[in-house]
């Protein structure tokens, strides 16, 4: 292998709908990088063997996405404090003989909610789901200020476990907690000026599917899903057709990537002009259902 080229990866399972390689290759293109951007099938029990396996081969990095963003923590060198906090990697970088863990989830939600100017403090975030995602979220929207965070999740104690780790850790109280079911959401909405869909309901090919039943007016309400295949949700279209601002989860996935490629080339990358086109490219990658 060159070294002067980039050598880059994603490590998951499944993979296969994975539209971070058509992402990143897209970006190398666009900055005159050389460099490749490889999909790796990883089942849970060969993950620490295929991780050495890019370090020894001199990969620059990878990307690690489910079920891994917590395991791989564990063959890592050193963890920046954010990722540690999170308790989730989808990036490491391999540098002088040694693996360096990030979380570049959390810059791209926020940069994602900052492209539509969205003044956070003192707000009132729901946020459905309790797992690695929702960990980047709350994180994230506590950093923004936020007022007041209600999780809601299928699995009670995932979602207690969360609160009561990040008000201790992060020292944020204004969080509340209760079970992911139709009535208690009908409570919240009403109550909230941001609802974050982190859970995989309605990702292809459950496409019909949507986590929430809305049925009251949800104008200057914002409502995010992070699924992004589709890229407009069942949610998302159910959202918009009463009345909320909405954001699909295409757009923090760029981010995320773009972050992740700074990590690698130790560079800044200026977005703003290829943002659109690239939002485009993935876009006609998801609807066309093409090959990676
Ligand atoms: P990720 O890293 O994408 O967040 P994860 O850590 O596996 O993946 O978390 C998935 C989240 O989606 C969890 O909150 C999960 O709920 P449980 O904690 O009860 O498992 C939620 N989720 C997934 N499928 C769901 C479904 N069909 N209905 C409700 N919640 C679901």
């Known amino acids: 292998m060159k ?112 492209l539509h100017n969205l003044p956070l403090a003192g707000k009132k975030a729901l946020v459905i789901g309790a797992g690695g995602a929702a960990r980047s979220v709350v994180y994230a929207l506590i950093k923004e200020q936020i007022g007041h965070v209600c999780l809601v999740n299928r699995t009670l104690a995932k979602a207690r476990q969360l609160v009561e780790e990040f008000s201790e850790k992060l020292n944020f109280p204004d969080m509340t907690y209760e ?28 496409v019909d599917l949507s986590p929430v039943k809305i049925d009251l007016d949800l104008e200057n309400k914002v409502v995010m899903d992070l699924v992004y295949n589709p890229v407009k949700t069942k949610f998302l279209n159910l959202a918009a057709a009463h009345g909320a601002q909405i954001i699909d989860g295409l757009e923090m996935l760029i981010f995320q990537g773009v972050k992740s490629l700074e990590i690698w080339t130790e560079r800044k990358i200026p977005v703003d002009d290829l943002f659109e086109k690239l939002k485009n490219r993935l876009i006609q990658k998801l609807q066309n259902h093409e090959p990676n």
Request: aromatic share 10%.
């Open 3 to 114: 070294p002067s080229t980039l050598h880059l990866g994603i490590l998951g399972y499944p993979i296969q709908h994975s539209i971070s390689p058509v992402l990143h290759q897209y970006l190398l293109q666009k900055l005159n990088l050389q460099g490749c951007y490889h999909l790796f099938e990883v089942k849970e029990n060969d993950l620490q063997d295929a991780f050495r396996g890019l370090q020894i081969l001199g990969f620059h990095g990878c990307n690690v996405t489910i079920p891994h963003k917590q395991t791989i923590i564990t063959f890592l060198d050193q963890v920046e404090p954010e990722a540690e906090i999170i308790g989730a990697v989808n990036t490491v970088l391999f540098k002088n003989r040694r693996s360096w863990g990030f979380n570049t989830d959390v810059e791209g939600f926020r940069r994602s909610l900052k």
């Open 179 to 206: 079970l992911f079911e139709e009535q208690n959401i009908k409570l919240l909405l009403p109550e909230v000026d941001l609802i974050v869909n982190t859970t995989s309901v309605g990702m292809w090919p459950q």
